[in-house]
């Protein structure tokens, strides 16, 4: 299976601790999205990346999150110091440029819980 | 401002029953509507890209339509494997490329 795939796929941690995510996208796509979803709620978009570049940062992206992508392949989204606002499900989409629209598909998401 | 609102927040049907959920936007320079289909505890499923009014597009016990103001998704005859959360989203040409998403329609089919 070549989809987009995330891990890990859930996370406790205790509030003020640093947690990572990996993303690893379809293989040819060169744009990887992160989003945020809560409970009952559509997914929020943070940031994106075109190859290793990282275009656009939503205002909901604080200080305490870093996203990298080096060499334009997997994706890492960091948050430092977690509160317990953080919880949420992070979800990784990708996409081809080349296709011209937007047409993003979305990893199985990590469930963040910060006790 | 851009506004993406879904409705019914949730509905239910019978299997067999066919009905309609709404995606009203307020969006200028609207560069594609978009659907999927979520199940819980996972990541959104892509259905469908709609890019202009008129447009209509079909799969299985799924059509999705699209005029200057919503989109509809029209599903007949639904089973209660269609049973999931029903998400619409917009990408804008000044927004890079971004999606806003709505909130979601919960659709519950019995059998």
């Known amino acids: 299976d070549t989809g987009v795939s995330q891990n890990p796929r859930h996370k406790i941690t205790k509030r003020g601790q640093n947690v990572t995510f990996r993303c690893d996208p379809i293989?040819?796509?060169?744009?990887l999205y992160w989003y945020r979803q809560t409970l009952g709620q559509g997914p929020e978009f943070l940031t994106y990346f075109q190859n290793e570049a990282q275009l656009e940062k939503s205002r909901l992206l604080s200080d305490r999150f870093s996203a990298e992508r080096p060499k334009g392949s997997f994706s890492t989204l960091e948050i430092q110091r977690t509160e317990q606002g953080d919880s949420a499900m992070y979800l990784c989409a990708s996409s081809l440029a080349q296709r011209g629209y937007n047409e993003q598909f979305f990893g199985p998401g990590t469930r963040l819980t910060v006790l | 401002e851009d506004q993406v609102t879904q409705s019914p927040e949730a509905l239910r049907l019978q299997e067999g029953e066919s009905s309609s959920l709404n995606c009203s936007y307020t969006?200028?320079?609207?560069?594609?509507l978009f659907w999927y289909r979520q199940d819980p505890g996972k990541g959104p499923e892509f259905l469908f890209t709609?890019?202009?009014a008129g447009e209509e597009k079909e799969k299985e016990r799924l059509k999705a339509t699209l005029t200057k103001k919503e989109s509809f998704l029209h599903i007949t005859a639904p089973k209660p494997e269609d049973s999931a959360t029903y998400l619409c989203?917009?990408?804008?040409?000044?927004?890079?490329?971004?999606?806003?998403f709505g909130e979601g329609t919960q659709l519950t089919v019995n059998p």
């Open positions: 293989s040819e796509h060169n744009r």
């Open positions: 989203a917009v990408g804008k040409e000044t927004s890079g490329s971004r999606l806003t």
């Open positions: 969006v200028s320079g609207l560069r594609g």
């Open positions: 709609l890019y202009s």
